[in-house]
Protein backbone atom coordinates (compact mmCIF):
# COMPACT_ATOMS: atom_id res chain seq x y z
CA UNK A 1 0.00 0.00 0.00
CA UNK A 2 1.55 3.18 -0.92
CA UNK A 3 1.83 5.79 2.02
CA UNK A 4 0.29 9.27 1.94
CA UNK A 5 2.79 11.83 1.03
CA UNK A 6 2.57 15.54 1.45
CA UNK A 7 0.75 16.69 -1.57
CA UNK A 8 2.90 19.79 -1.74
CA UNK A 9 6.19 18.18 -1.82
CA UNK A 10 6.57 16.91 -5.09
CA UNK A 11 5.95 20.56 -6.78
CA UNK A 12 8.35 21.82 -3.34
CA UNK A 13 10.97 24.53 -4.10
CA UNK A 14 12.56 25.13 -1.00
CA UNK A 15 14.98 28.15 0.47
CA UNK A 16 17.23 27.48 3.64
CA UNK A 17 17.28 30.50 6.00
CA UNK A 18 19.41 31.30 8.44
CA UNK A 19 17.68 33.15 10.79
CA UNK A 20 20.38 34.99 12.72
CA UNK A 21 22.06 36.38 8.99
CA UNK A 22 18.78 37.30 7.09
CA UNK A 23 17.31 40.59 8.07
CA UNK A 24 17.73 42.38 11.56
CA UNK A 25 14.28 44.56 12.09
CA UNK A 26 14.66 45.74 15.31
CA UNK A 27 18.99 46.89 15.19
CA UNK A 28 20.32 44.74 17.61
CA UNK A 29 22.73 43.36 14.72
CA UNK A 30 21.23 39.65 14.85
CA UNK A 31 18.55 38.47 12.06
CA UNK A 32 14.92 37.47 13.08
CA UNK A 33 11.62 35.78 13.06
CA UNK A 34 9.86 39.74 11.92
CA UNK A 35 12.67 39.80 9.23
CA UNK A 36 11.91 36.51 7.64
CA UNK A 37 8.07 37.45 7.89
CA UNK A 38 8.84 40.79 6.05
CA UNK A 39 10.65 39.26 3.51
CA UNK A 40 8.59 36.25 2.38
CA UNK A 41 7.19 37.90 -0.87
CA UNK A 42 10.87 38.76 -1.65
CA UNK A 43 11.18 35.11 -0.85
CA UNK A 44 8.45 34.22 -3.11
CA UNK A 45 9.62 36.21 -6.04
CA UNK A 46 12.23 33.66 -6.20
CA UNK A 47 9.78 30.81 -6.78
CA UNK A 48 10.48 29.28 -3.37
CA UNK A 49 7.18 27.93 -1.97
CA UNK A 50 8.56 26.05 1.00
CA UNK A 51 11.25 27.57 3.53
CA UNK A 52 13.56 25.13 5.93
CA UNK A 53 14.40 28.01 9.16
CA UNK A 54 17.59 26.57 10.90
CA UNK A 55 17.29 26.26 14.42
CA UNK A 56 15.44 29.31 16.44
CA UNK A 57 15.25 28.12 19.93
CA UNK A 58 16.74 28.67 23.17
CA UNK A 59 20.28 28.09 23.23
CA UNK A 60 23.44 29.35 24.82
CA UNK A 61 24.20 29.73 21.18
CA UNK A 62 27.78 27.64 21.22
CA UNK A 63 26.39 25.83 18.12
CA UNK A 64 24.49 28.52 16.11
CA UNK A 65 21.33 27.33 17.98
CA UNK A 66 21.77 23.54 17.22
CA UNK A 67 22.16 23.69 21.17
CA UNK A 68 19.20 23.48 22.18
CA UNK A 69 18.61 24.79 25.68
CA UNK A 70 14.67 24.55 25.76
CA UNK A 71 12.55 23.45 22.71
CA UNK A 72 9.01 24.82 22.88
CA UNK A 73 10.42 27.93 23.04
CA UNK A 74 11.49 30.68 20.63
CA UNK A 75 15.47 32.29 21.27
CA UNK A 76 14.56 36.18 22.76
CA UNK A 77 17.19 36.94 19.91
CA UNK A 78 14.45 35.95 17.31
CA UNK A 79 11.35 37.42 18.32
CA UNK A 80 8.41 35.44 20.36
CA UNK A 81 6.78 32.27 20.07
CA UNK A 82 3.54 34.40 18.56
CA UNK A 83 6.37 35.71 15.87
CA UNK A 84 6.67 31.88 14.89
CA UNK A 85 3.29 31.74 14.50
CA UNK A 86 2.72 34.56 12.82
CA UNK A 87 5.52 33.64 10.52
CA UNK A 88 3.36 30.00 10.01
CA UNK A 89 0.51 31.96 9.20
CA UNK A 90 2.00 34.60 6.42
CA UNK A 91 3.72 31.81 4.93
CA UNK A 92 0.25 30.32 4.37
CA UNK A 93 -1.31 33.44 3.35
CA UNK A 94 0.68 33.43 0.33
CA UNK A 95 0.90 29.37 -0.06
CA UNK A 96 4.06 28.93 1.10
CA UNK A 97 5.17 26.35 3.92
CA UNK A 98 7.61 26.74 7.06
CA UNK A 99 9.67 23.27 8.33
CA UNK A 100 11.75 23.56 11.28
CA UNK A 101 15.26 22.08 12.23
CA UNK A 102 14.53 19.71 14.43
CA UNK A 103 17.59 18.86 16.56
CA UNK A 104 16.33 14.97 18.05
CA UNK A 105 19.71 13.88 18.77
CA UNK A 106 21.17 16.24 21.10
CA UNK A 107 20.41 19.52 23.72
CA UNK A 108 22.92 22.36 25.43
CA UNK A 109 24.49 21.35 28.87
CA UNK A 110 22.08 24.34 29.76
CA UNK A 111 19.03 22.16 29.09
CA UNK A 112 17.04 22.21 32.38
CA UNK A 113 16.75 18.34 31.56
CA UNK A 114 20.25 17.87 31.10
CA UNK A 115 21.01 19.82 34.17
CA UNK A 116 18.71 17.32 36.31
CA UNK A 117 20.33 14.67 34.43
CA UNK A 118 24.13 15.64 35.45
CA UNK A 119 22.44 15.33 39.71
CA UNK A 120 23.74 12.83 41.13
CA UNK A 121 20.11 12.10 43.20
CA UNK A 122 17.90 9.99 40.75
CA UNK A 123 14.86 11.92 38.80
CA UNK A 124 12.79 11.89 36.11
CA UNK A 125 15.98 12.77 33.50
CA UNK A 126 18.21 10.37 35.01
CA UNK A 127 18.22 8.14 31.93
CA UNK A 128 17.45 10.94 29.73
CA UNK A 129 21.43 11.48 28.67
CA UNK A 130 24.00 8.49 28.57
CA UNK A 131 25.94 8.47 31.26
CA UNK A 132 28.46 6.05 31.81
CA UNK A 133 28.42 4.70 36.01
CA UNK A 134 32.13 6.23 36.94
CA UNK A 135 33.38 9.00 36.45
CA UNK A 136 36.71 7.57 35.55
CA UNK A 137 35.48 5.11 32.76
CA UNK A 138 37.60 5.48 29.64
CA UNK A 139 35.97 6.16 26.35
CA UNK A 140 35.15 2.15 25.14
CA UNK A 141 36.97 0.70 22.43
CA UNK A 142 35.62 1.42 18.59
CA UNK A 143 33.02 -0.81 17.53
CA UNK A 144 33.52 -3.01 14.78
CA UNK A 145 33.89 -0.62 11.33
CA UNK A 146 30.98 -1.14 8.63
CA UNK A 147 31.75 -3.85 6.64
CA UNK A 148 31.43 -3.11 2.76
CA UNK A 149 34.60 -4.38 1.46
CA UNK A 150 36.38 -1.67 -0.49
CA UNK A 151 34.07 1.03 0.15
CA UNK A 152 35.36 3.82 2.53
CA UNK A 153 33.06 4.49 5.09
CA UNK A 154 31.05 7.79 4.89
CA UNK A 155 31.10 9.98 7.38
CA UNK A 156 27.82 8.78 9.02
CA UNK A 157 28.73 5.64 8.53
CA UNK A 158 32.08 6.56 10.34
CA UNK A 159 30.20 8.54 13.21
CA UNK A 160 28.23 5.40 14.01
CA UNK A 161 31.43 3.19 14.59
CA UNK A 162 33.43 5.87 16.13
CA UNK A 163 34.17 5.45 19.78
CA UNK A 164 31.58 6.92 21.71
CA UNK A 165 32.59 10.72 22.63
CA UNK A 166 32.76 10.67 26.46
CA UNK A 167 32.81 14.08 28.52
CA UNK A 168 33.97 13.29 32.21
CA UNK A 169 33.96 15.47 35.24
CA UNK A 170 31.16 17.65 34.23
CA UNK A 171 29.20 17.98 37.52
CA UNK A 172 28.79 15.86 40.79
CA UNK A 173 27.11 13.16 39.09
CA UNK A 174 29.42 10.13 39.04
CA UNK A 175 29.94 9.73 35.40
CA UNK A 176 30.64 10.75 32.15
CA UNK A 177 27.98 11.42 29.57
CA UNK A 178 27.92 10.85 26.19
CA UNK A 179 28.29 14.12 23.57
CA UNK A 180 27.25 13.75 19.87
CA UNK A 181 28.77 16.51 18.12
CA UNK A 182 30.59 19.56 20.84
CA UNK A 183 31.47 18.88 23.88
CA UNK A 184 28.34 21.15 25.18
CA UNK A 185 25.92 18.91 23.00
CA UNK A 186 25.00 15.75 24.91
CA UNK A 187 23.15 12.69 22.95
CA UNK A 188 20.04 12.34 24.43
CA UNK A 189 19.28 8.57 25.02
CA UNK A 190 17.24 6.72 22.50
CA UNK A 191 19.35 3.38 24.03
CA UNK A 192 21.76 1.14 22.64
CA UNK A 193 21.29 -1.44 19.38
CA UNK A 194 23.72 -3.97 20.82
CA UNK A 195 23.89 -3.08 24.45
CA UNK A 196 27.20 -4.50 25.88
CA UNK A 197 26.32 -6.46 29.55
CA UNK A 198 29.79 -5.08 30.93
CA UNK A 199 28.11 -1.39 30.86
CA UNK A 200 24.85 -1.82 32.06
CA UNK A 201 24.86 1.83 31.61
CA UNK A 202 24.05 1.23 27.58
CA UNK A 203 20.53 0.87 28.19
CA UNK A 204 18.30 -0.81 25.52
CA UNK A 205 16.10 0.95 23.34
CA UNK A 206 13.13 -0.43 24.98
CA UNK A 207 14.16 0.86 28.14
CA UNK A 208 11.82 3.42 30.15
CA UNK A 209 14.66 6.24 29.67
CA UNK A 210 14.73 6.20 26.06
CA UNK A 211 11.11 5.35 25.51
CA UNK A 212 10.40 8.85 27.30
CA UNK A 213 12.88 10.62 25.27
CA UNK A 214 11.50 9.45 21.79
CA UNK A 215 7.71 10.19 23.68
CA UNK A 216 9.33 13.71 24.41
CA UNK A 217 10.53 14.41 20.96
CA UNK A 218 6.73 13.13 19.39
CA UNK A 219 5.30 15.86 21.89
CA UNK A 220 7.70 18.64 20.51
CA UNK A 221 6.66 17.77 16.81
CA UNK A 222 2.94 17.74 17.58
CA UNK A 223 3.47 21.03 19.27
CA UNK A 224 5.02 23.11 16.39
CA UNK A 225 2.75 21.44 14.24
CA UNK A 226 -0.25 22.06 16.24
CA UNK A 227 1.06 25.45 15.62
CA UNK A 228 1.29 25.79 12.20
CA UNK A 229 4.44 24.25 11.39
CA UNK A 230 4.15 22.76 7.87
CA UNK A 231 7.43 20.06 8.89
CA UNK A 232 10.74 19.06 9.75
CA UNK A 233 14.24 19.08 8.24
CA UNK A 234 15.76 16.12 11.66
CA UNK A 235 19.54 17.29 12.14
CA UNK A 236 22.15 14.40 12.52
CA UNK A 237 18.54 12.04 11.98
CA UNK A 238 21.00 8.68 11.57
CA UNK A 239 22.64 9.44 14.88
CA UNK A 240 19.55 8.74 17.43
CA UNK A 241 20.51 4.97 18.52
CA UNK A 242 23.72 4.25 19.76
CA UNK A 243 26.42 0.60 18.43
CA UNK A 244 23.75 1.17 15.90
CA UNK A 245 26.12 0.49 13.20
CA UNK A 246 23.66 -0.87 10.28
CA UNK A 247 21.22 1.67 11.51
CA UNK A 248 18.07 -0.83 12.10
CA UNK A 249 17.37 0.55 15.46
CA UNK A 250 17.51 4.21 14.35
CA UNK A 251 15.37 3.01 11.03
CA UNK A 252 12.71 1.56 13.19
CA UNK A 253 12.70 4.97 15.60
CA UNK A 254 12.20 6.54 12.48
CA UNK A 255 9.46 4.52 11.05
CA UNK A 256 6.91 4.59 14.00
CA UNK A 257 7.63 8.87 13.53
CA UNK A 258 6.70 7.99 9.97
CA UNK A 259 3.76 6.03 10.85
CA UNK A 260 2.84 9.17 13.62
CA UNK A 261 2.90 11.75 10.90
CA UNK A 262 1.08 9.41 8.22
CA UNK A 263 -1.90 9.13 11.23
CA UNK A 264 -2.00 12.93 12.31
CA UNK A 265 -0.14 14.59 10.55
CA UNK A 266 -0.45 13.74 6.47
CA UNK A 267 0.59 16.62 5.04
CA UNK A 268 3.41 17.48 6.57
CA UNK A 269 7.15 16.65 5.73
CA UNK A 270 10.19 14.53 7.72
CA UNK A 271 13.33 15.47 5.63
CA UNK A 272 16.26 14.43 7.44
CA UNK A 273 20.25 15.22 7.03
CA UNK A 274 21.57 11.46 6.41
CA UNK A 275 23.31 11.63 3.28
CA UNK A 276 22.13 7.83 2.37
CA UNK A 277 18.68 8.40 0.70
CA UNK A 278 18.19 4.53 0.38
CA UNK A 279 18.27 4.55 4.29
CA UNK A 280 16.59 7.53 5.28
CA UNK A 281 13.64 7.06 2.81
CA UNK A 282 13.21 3.84 3.74
CA UNK A 283 12.92 4.47 7.16
CA UNK A 284 10.29 7.01 6.22
CA UNK A 285 11.96 10.55 5.57
CA UNK A 286 9.75 11.88 2.84
CA UNK A 287 13.29 13.29 1.87
CA UNK A 288 16.91 12.94 2.32
CA UNK A 289 19.60 15.50 1.36
CA UNK A 290 22.60 13.96 -0.58
CA UNK A 291 25.55 15.97 0.79
CA UNK A 292 29.15 15.77 2.05
CA UNK A 293 28.04 13.34 4.61
CA UNK A 294 27.39 10.33 1.97
CA UNK A 295 28.66 8.31 -0.46
CA UNK A 296 29.09 10.23 -3.36
CA UNK A 297 27.29 13.33 -3.47
CA UNK A 298 28.13 16.99 -3.28
CA UNK A 299 31.27 16.75 -2.60
CA UNK A 300 32.30 14.85 -5.60
CA UNK A 301 30.81 17.57 -8.00
CA UNK A 302 31.45 20.74 -6.06
CA UNK A 303 34.10 20.29 -3.65
CA UNK A 304 36.06 17.59 -4.72
CA UNK A 305 39.10 18.90 -4.52
CA UNK A 306 41.28 18.77 -1.54
CA UNK A 307 42.54 22.58 -1.33
CA UNK A 308 38.25 23.30 -1.62
CA UNK A 309 36.72 20.79 0.83
CA UNK A 310 39.41 20.94 3.35
CA UNK A 311 38.60 17.45 4.10
CA UNK A 312 42.20 15.82 5.63
CA UNK A 313 40.50 12.79 4.35
CA UNK A 314 40.10 14.01 0.86
CA UNK A 315 40.87 12.11 -2.18
CA UNK A 316 44.54 14.42 -3.53
CA UNK A 317 44.05 13.27 -7.00
CA UNK A 318 39.84 14.79 -6.87
CA UNK A 319 38.29 16.99 -9.39
CA UNK A 320 35.16 17.99 -8.93
CA UNK A 321 32.75 17.96 -12.38
CA UNK A 322 31.48 20.99 -12.20
CA UNK A 323 34.84 22.78 -12.66
CA UNK A 324 36.26 24.91 -15.32
CA UNK A 325 39.33 22.92 -15.71
CA UNK A 326 37.36 20.28 -17.24
CA UNK A 327 38.81 17.54 -14.92
CA UNK A 328 35.93 15.65 -13.37
CA UNK A 329 33.81 12.95 -13.79
CA UNK A 330 30.16 12.37 -13.15
CA UNK A 331 30.21 8.79 -13.32
CA UNK A 332 30.65 8.23 -9.21
CA UNK A 333 27.69 10.92 -7.97
CA UNK A 334 25.92 9.53 -11.46
CA UNK A 335 26.33 5.71 -10.34
CA UNK A 336 25.48 5.78 -7.02
CA UNK A 337 22.57 8.60 -7.50
CA UNK A 338 20.43 6.46 -10.26
CA UNK A 339 20.79 3.30 -7.59
CA UNK A 340 19.30 5.77 -5.07
CA UNK A 341 16.79 6.50 -7.20
CA UNK A 342 15.76 3.44 -8.61
CA UNK A 343 15.52 2.29 -4.50
CA UNK A 344 13.21 5.34 -3.23
CA UNK A 345 11.78 5.82 -6.63
CA UNK A 346 8.00 6.77 -5.58
CA UNK A 347 9.25 6.33 -2.07
CA UNK A 348 10.45 9.47 -1.13
CA UNK A 349 12.65 12.36 -2.99
CA UNK A 350 16.31 12.95 -3.08
CA UNK A 351 17.59 16.66 -2.62
CA UNK A 352 21.05 17.81 -3.87
CA UNK A 353 20.52 21.27 -2.28
CA UNK A 354 22.82 24.24 -3.72
CA UNK A 355 24.83 24.16 -0.71
CA UNK A 356 23.84 25.06 3.39
CA UNK A 357 25.22 26.73 6.41
CA UNK A 358 27.79 23.61 7.02
CA UNK A 359 29.79 24.41 3.52
CA UNK A 360 31.68 26.45 1.71
CA UNK A 361 29.51 28.18 -0.77
CA UNK A 362 28.79 27.69 -4.07
CA UNK A 363 30.36 30.71 -5.28
CA UNK A 364 33.53 30.55 -4.27
CA UNK A 365 36.14 30.14 -6.66
CA UNK A 366 33.30 30.17 -9.32
CA UNK A 367 32.12 32.68 -11.71
CA UNK A 368 28.80 33.69 -12.35
CA UNK A 369 28.61 31.29 -15.73
CA UNK A 370 29.59 28.69 -13.98
CA UNK A 371 27.12 29.03 -11.03
CA UNK A 372 24.65 29.24 -13.37
CA UNK A 373 25.57 25.67 -15.12
CA UNK A 374 25.52 24.78 -11.24
CA UNK A 375 22.05 25.36 -10.93
CA UNK A 376 20.25 24.59 -14.19
CA UNK A 377 21.36 21.25 -12.11
CA UNK A 378 20.21 22.23 -9.16
CA UNK A 379 16.99 22.93 -10.55
CA UNK A 380 16.46 20.43 -12.99
CA UNK A 381 17.53 17.09 -11.24
CA UNK A 382 14.19 14.79 -9.85
CA UNK A 383 13.52 15.20 -6.47
CA UNK A 384 13.26 19.03 -4.55
CA UNK A 385 15.53 21.58 -4.84
CA UNK A 386 17.24 23.48 -1.99
CA UNK A 387 18.15 27.25 -2.56
CA UNK A 388 20.38 28.30 0.75
CA UNK A 389 19.66 31.93 1.58
CA UNK A 390 22.33 34.12 -0.66
CA UNK A 391 22.98 31.55 -3.48
CA UNK A 392 20.51 33.21 -5.42
CA UNK A 393 23.28 35.97 -5.77
CA UNK A 394 26.10 34.36 -5.64
CA UNK A 395 26.74 35.18 -2.16
CA UNK A 396 30.53 34.29 -1.83
CA UNK A 397 32.32 32.73 1.33
CA UNK A 398 34.21 35.11 3.21
CA UNK A 399 38.10 33.42 3.83
CA UNK A 400 39.61 34.54 7.25
CA UNK A 401 36.69 34.99 9.77
CA UNK A 402 37.22 34.43 13.31
CA UNK A 403 34.66 31.52 14.03
CA UNK A 404 31.36 32.94 15.86
CA UNK A 405 29.17 30.40 17.69
CA UNK A 406 31.34 27.24 16.81
CA UNK A 407 31.10 27.80 13.26
CA UNK A 408 35.24 27.43 12.92
CA UNK A 409 35.44 26.48 9.00
CA UNK A 410 31.61 27.35 8.47
CA UNK A 411 32.16 30.71 9.28
CA UNK A 412 32.23 31.99 6.18
CA UNK A 413 29.21 30.83 4.63
CA UNK A 414 27.09 32.46 7.37
CA UNK A 415 27.56 35.83 6.71
CA UNK A 416 24.65 38.53 6.11
CA UNK A 417 22.44 38.69 3.63
CA UNK A 418 23.45 41.18 1.24
CA UNK A 419 20.10 43.31 0.29
CA UNK A 420 21.48 46.63 -1.34
CA UNK A 421 23.96 49.29 -1.13
CA UNK A 422 22.84 50.77 2.16
CA UNK A 423 24.83 50.45 5.13
CA UNK A 424 25.47 46.95 6.24
CA UNK A 425 24.52 45.93 3.23
CA UNK A 426 20.63 46.43 4.11
CA UNK A 427 21.24 43.58 6.88
CA UNK A 428 20.82 45.62 10.13
CA UNK A 429 20.69 49.21 11.17
CA UNK A 430 23.37 48.18 14.20
CA UNK A 431 26.73 49.72 14.62
CA UNK A 432 29.26 47.51 12.77
CA UNK A 433 30.88 45.86 15.45
CA UNK A 434 27.41 44.63 16.83
CA UNK A 435 26.60 42.38 13.72
CA UNK A 436 26.07 38.91 14.13
CA UNK A 437 28.85 38.16 11.15
CA UNK A 438 30.75 41.42 9.33
CA UNK A 439 29.04 41.38 6.02
CA UNK A 440 30.94 40.96 2.68
CA UNK A 441 34.37 43.23 2.65
CA UNK A 442 34.00 43.55 -0.96
CA UNK A 443 34.03 46.99 -2.95
CA UNK A 444 31.22 46.09 -5.24
CA UNK A 445 29.06 43.23 -3.13
CA UNK A 446 26.53 41.33 -5.24
CA UNK A 447 23.13 42.50 -3.40
CA UNK A 448 19.16 41.60 -4.39
CA UNK A 449 18.49 45.16 -4.92
CA UNK A 450 21.89 45.20 -7.97
CA UNK A 451 20.85 41.62 -9.47
CA UNK A 452 17.03 42.15 -9.12
CA UNK A 453 16.55 45.08 -12.21
CA UNK A 454 19.27 43.17 -14.49
CA UNK A 455 18.01 40.20 -17.08
CA UNK A 456 20.84 38.71 -16.57
CA UNK A 457 21.84 38.76 -12.76
CA UNK A 458 22.04 34.92 -11.31
CA UNK A 459 18.73 36.08 -8.98
CA UNK A 460 16.99 36.41 -12.28
CA UNK A 461 18.28 33.23 -14.15
CA UNK A 462 16.94 31.36 -11.20
CA UNK A 463 13.61 32.73 -11.13
CA UNK A 464 13.34 31.93 -14.81
CA UNK A 465 14.28 28.40 -13.78
CA UNK A 466 12.26 27.88 -11.14
CA UNK A 467 9.19 29.16 -12.92
CA UNK A 468 10.15 26.86 -15.59
CA UNK A 469 10.26 24.04 -13.04
CA UNK A 470 6.76 25.31 -11.25
CA UNK A 471 5.04 25.32 -14.96
CA UNK A 472 6.43 21.91 -15.84
CA UNK A 473 5.64 18.88 -14.13
CA UNK A 474 8.22 16.82 -16.31
CA UNK A 475 10.82 18.94 -14.49
CA UNK A 476 9.55 18.52 -11.01
CA UNK A 477 9.91 15.73 -8.19
CA UNK A 478 8.43 12.53 -10.00
CA UNK A 479 9.28 13.15 -13.88
CA UNK A 480 11.80 10.27 -15.33
CA UNK A 481 15.71 10.81 -15.16
CA UNK A 482 17.54 9.51 -18.08
CA UNK A 483 20.75 10.38 -18.89
CA UNK A 484 21.61 10.30 -22.73
CA UNK A 485 25.09 11.83 -22.61
CA UNK A 486 27.25 10.84 -19.00
CA UNK A 487 30.75 9.38 -20.45
CA UNK A 488 33.25 8.66 -17.59
CA UNK A 489 36.06 11.93 -17.22
CA UNK A 490 34.01 13.37 -20.38
CA UNK A 491 32.15 16.78 -20.49
CA UNK A 492 29.05 17.37 -21.37
CA UNK A 493 26.60 16.02 -18.83
CA UNK A 494 23.09 15.81 -20.89
CA UNK A 495 19.70 14.04 -19.51
CA UNK A 496 16.28 13.54 -19.91
CA UNK A 497 13.38 14.86 -18.12
CA UNK A 498 9.97 13.67 -19.11
CA UNK A 499 6.32 12.72 -17.93
CA UNK A 500 3.42 12.31 -19.04
CA UNK A 501 4.80 12.55 -22.76
CA UNK A 502 6.55 15.83 -22.28
CA UNK A 503 10.42 15.19 -22.46
CA UNK A 504 12.90 18.12 -21.93
CA UNK A 505 16.84 17.97 -22.85
CA UNK A 506 19.03 19.25 -19.92
CA UNK A 507 22.69 19.74 -21.69
CA UNK A 508 25.23 21.12 -18.77
CA UNK A 509 28.84 22.14 -20.01
CA UNK A 510 30.84 22.90 -16.65
CA UNK A 511 34.10 22.72 -18.42
CA UNK A 512 35.87 25.54 -19.88
CA UNK A 513 36.18 24.15 -23.63
CA UNK A 514 33.57 23.96 -26.28
CA UNK A 515 32.26 20.81 -27.05
CA UNK A 516 30.39 18.87 -29.91
CA UNK A 517 29.07 15.74 -29.33
CA UNK A 518 26.79 13.09 -30.84
CA UNK A 519 23.61 12.45 -28.83
CA UNK A 520 21.30 9.09 -29.51
CA UNK A 521 17.99 11.02 -28.25
CA UNK A 522 14.55 9.25 -29.07
CA UNK A 523 12.63 11.00 -32.12
CA UNK A 524 11.44 14.13 -32.60
CA UNK A 525 10.58 17.31 -34.74
CA UNK A 526 11.62 19.77 -32.94
CA UNK A 527 13.72 21.17 -30.17
CA UNK A 528 12.40 24.04 -28.33
CA UNK A 529 15.19 26.33 -26.15
CA UNK A 530 13.17 27.02 -23.25
CA UNK A 531 15.63 29.53 -21.55
CA UNK A 532 17.56 31.53 -23.64
CA UNK A 533 20.96 29.81 -24.73
CA UNK A 534 23.84 29.92 -27.01
CA UNK A 535 24.08 25.67 -26.78
CA UNK A 536 22.60 24.68 -30.34
CA UNK A 537 21.05 20.94 -31.28
CA UNK A 538 21.03 20.20 -34.86
CA UNK A 539 19.72 17.17 -36.51
CA UNK A 540 20.29 15.53 -39.25
CA UNK A 541 18.76 12.09 -40.94
CA UNK A 542 18.92 9.93 -37.51
CA UNK A 543 21.60 12.22 -35.38
CA UNK A 544 21.52 14.86 -33.01
CA UNK A 545 24.80 17.39 -33.03
CA UNK A 546 25.05 19.23 -29.98
CA UNK A 547 27.17 21.91 -29.53
CA UNK A 548 28.09 23.62 -26.38
CA UNK A 549 30.32 26.64 -26.08
CA UNK A 550 32.54 27.06 -23.06
CA UNK A 551 30.75 26.97 -19.45
CA UNK A 552 27.07 26.66 -20.96
CA UNK A 553 23.88 25.29 -20.10
CA UNK A 554 20.94 24.20 -22.32
CA UNK A 555 17.32 23.18 -21.46
CA UNK A 556 14.71 22.06 -24.76
CA UNK A 557 11.40 20.82 -25.05
CA UNK A 558 11.29 17.73 -27.42
CA UNK A 559 8.07 18.46 -29.36
CA UNK A 560 7.05 15.38 -31.00
CA UNK A 561 8.86 12.79 -29.26
CA UNK A 562 8.14 9.08 -30.92
CA UNK A 563 6.44 6.60 -28.41
CA UNK A 564 8.87 3.99 -28.09
CA UNK A 565 8.04 0.95 -29.69
CA UNK A 566 6.55 -1.88 -27.81
C1 LIG B 1 24.31 19.46 11.50
C2 LIG B 1 24.03 20.92 11.40
O1 LIG B 1 23.73 21.26 10.07
C3 LIG B 1 25.25 21.63 11.93
O2 LIG B 1 25.21 23.01 11.67
C4 LIG B 1 25.37 21.32 13.41
O3 LIG B 1 26.55 21.93 13.92
C5 LIG B 1 25.44 19.82 13.65
N1 LIG B 1 24.46 19.09 12.89
C6 LIG B 1 25.24 19.48 15.12
O4 LIG B 1 23.93 19.68 15.51
CA1 LIG C 1 17.24 41.56 15.45
Redesign the pocket.
Known amino acids: MKRPTPSWLSSAIFYELYPQSFLDTNGDGIGDLPGVIQKLDYIKSLGCNAVWLNPCFVSPMG??G?DVADFYHVDPRYGTDADLVALFAAAHARGMKVCLDL?A??TSTAHPWFQASAKAKRNKYSDWYIWTSSAWERPAPPLPAPAIPGTPATIVQAMASAPLQLVRGYGERDGGYVA??FYF?PALNYGFAHPDPDRPWQLPVSHPGPQAVRREMKKIIRHFLDLGCDGFRV??AFSLVKGDTDFRETMLLWREMRAFFDRHYPECALIS?WSDPEKAITAGFHMDFLIHLGHPGYTSLFRAEPHRNRSPAADRTAASYFDRRGTGDIRPFLDHYLAQLASTRGLGHISVPTG???IIRLAHGRTRDEQKVAMAFFYTLPGIPYLYNGDEIGMDYARGLVSVE?AYT?TGSRTPMQWDSSANAGFSTAPKEKLYLPVTSKQKPDTVAGQDGDPASLLNFLRALAALRQSTPALQADGDFTPVYAKAKTYPFAYLRSLDGDTLLVALNPSGKSIAVTLDLPAFTAAQPLLPTAVTIARTRNRVRLKMPAVSSGLFRLVHVAAPTP
Open positions: DAYVGHNYQDMENHDGR
